[in-house]
């Protein structure tokens, strides 16, 4: 047999729903099912108040004051032997430096 459960009507009624479920320790279908409230309903009405009550997004764009030129230093170190590069290395002379390491 298929239970029908009413809607919550209003916010003052959702806020107060919500209030005593959070204060206890009950599952949220438990407790709509004891007060014969529909879940959905209540669960959207959840959704929508902390939605309202979530600090809002701001956007800052950030820029930098000045541009300061940072050179970045790479270590690959297979045993014994490092092969040290920076942002400037080229892709095709890293793959002949790695196939030589790979060799020994």
């Keep these: 047999m298929h239970v ?11 806020e107060l729903l919500l209030r005593e ?14 007060r ?6 209540l669960r959207c009405w959840r959704i929508n108040l ?3 009550h979530a600090p809002a997004v701001r956007l ?14 790479y270590r690959v170190i297979v045993g014994e032997m490092t092969v040290e590069l920076d942002d400037a290395f080229r892709e095709d002379t890293l793959a002949r430096l790695l196939e030589v390491v790979g060799r020994c």
């Design 60 to 73: 800052v764009e950030v820029t930098p004051r000045a541009v300061v030129a940072v050179r970045s230093t």
């Design 4 to 14: 029908v459960r009413r809607k919550v009507a209003d916010q003052r009624e959702a």
């Design 50 to 52: 902390d939605r309202r």
């Design 36 to 41: 014969g409230v529909d879940g959905r309903s």
């Design 21 to 34: 479920w959070r204060s206890g320790h009950e599952k949220f279908p438990d407790f709509c099912a004891d």
